[in-house]
Each structure stands twice: as C-alpha cells, then as structure tokens.
C-alpha cells in the first residue's frame, strides 16, 4: 500500500509493507535533507521502518518538503507503529529535525558518548563520521556476505530467511534495494554509485546499528483468531 504527498494529510510518500503487531517494537532510521528549495540542490528525507525481532521493513517514507511537515510525518508514521523509536542522523539538517521533533511526543534515540568521569553523557540522534559510517558499511557488508553464504548452502528457504538467520535488515522498498546495490567505495573517503544517492544505506544501516545493540530474547507472535465456540448440540453460536 502506498500513501502519496497530500494523501490523508501527509507531505512525504510513504510504502507500507506490515501493520504493526502488539507487544513488537519498531525502529525508523533516517537520512535528513533540507528538502526542495527549487534549485534541486537538496536531496530527499528518507526513514526506513523495522520490526526490531524480525529485522522486517515494515515501512519506508521519502519527501523532499520543509523539515516542519517532515517532523509531522514522523511522528505519525512512530505513533502508528507503537510509539516507533526515531533515530535520525544528527549531522547537518538532522539538528533541525531534531529541534522540530521535540514539538511531538516521540521517542528519539540518545547516543550514548560518555567518558570515563562522565559516562551517562548522552546526544540526541545518531552522529555520522567517517569512522561510524565506516562500520556501520562493513557491518552491512559483512551480513549480506554471511546471508548469501547461508542461502548458497542451503540452510535458508529464501534469501528474506537468510537475512533473518544472520541478522541482517530484510528491506523490502525497491528504491532502497537500488540504492543500496548501487552503493560502493570511492575514491578520497568517499562513498556513494554513479548516478546514484546513499540516503537508503544510511538509513537501513542506521536502523541496523540500534537493531544489533538490542537484539530482543524473544520473538513476539502472530495471534491467530479463535475459533467459534460451540454450543449444545454442536451448533456453532452467533
């Protein structure tokens, strides 16, 4: 299901693959732009939703608008998704985001940066340096050689299912899969495809960074419906 910019009173374009299931916790990792300012210098907002126990995308939402009208997204997609943890990139526009999500009540992720006398020390949104996303790419490397390696083995039904043995994000938006098959090392630190963008491979690897740290210890269930309870007689009731 797809809602698009104006559609029940969003700004962004947002895919939904999952509703969401009580007693699960969800994750949005996000990439942050300025948004259009008519000189198509600026590049889209991007937030990937997952289903934390399964690594399951269970949403992705793109919009190229002011980050006010983002901010408002947000929170209705997290409110949607059981109060869904927002971890935007910090970087940049990302502060102003932030600054509009504190109008909302939405829970943000604190990164934790503390120091041997102050180790409590914490910042809101996920900080972006070479070194952090350096980890976060080969993390992501490395789970996509491990899924690819259980798959060829035989040990998975499916490619999603070797994504879930390992661990590794099961994204389901085709306009992430692009970005992220597009995605390479290039020269002078940098990173990104021809022609291409890296707001996808920031926000699953984002989403992906939370969901490794908090791996749950239990995998909530689908609840199935009861069946029709007979009366005397063996008559089903109404």
């Not at 914490?122 to 490395?142: A, I, L, Q, V």
């Not at 926000?203 to 269930?221: C, F, K, N």
Request: aromatic share 10%; proline share 6%; glycine share 8%.
């Amino acid at each position: 299901e797809e809602t698009y910019p104006g559609q029940d009173g969003y700004y962004g374009t947002i895919e939904w693959y999952e509703e969401p299931l009580y007693d699960t916790e969800y994750v949005m990792g996000g990439d942050v732009s300025q948004g259009f300012d008519g000189s198509k210098k600026h590049d889209y907002t991007v937030f990937d939703v997952f289903r934390v126990d399964t690594r399951e995308q269970v949403a992705c939402y793109w919009a190229k608008t002011n980050l006010k009208f983002v901010a408002n997204d947000l929170y209705r997609i997290a409110e949607q998704y059981l109060n869904a943890l927002i971890i935007p990139e910090r970087n940049g526009p990302g502060g102003e985001l932030l600054s509009n999500l504190e109008d909302y009540p939405v829970r943000l992720y604190q990164h934790v940066f503390g120091s041997e006398t102050h180790p409590d020390h914490t910042n809101r949104g996920f900080p972006t340096s070479y070194t952090t996303k350096s980890k976060r790419d080969e993390r992501m490397r490395s789970l996509l050689g491990d899924a690819a390696k259980c798959w060829e083995n035989g040990l998975a039904e499916s490619p999603s299912d070797a994504c879930r043995i390992v661990g590794c994000p099961v994204v389901r938006s085709l306009r992430a899969l692009k970005e992220l098959a597009a995605y390479s090392q290039l020269p002078n630190r940098k990173r990104g495809g021809v022609g291409s963008h890296d707001d996808h491979n920031t926000s699953v690897t984002i989403a992906g960074y939370y969901m490794d740290e908090h791996r749950p210890l239990w995998r909530p269930q689908r609840v199935e419906p009861s069946k029709p309870i007979l009366a005397a007689g063996g008559s089903r009731r109404r």
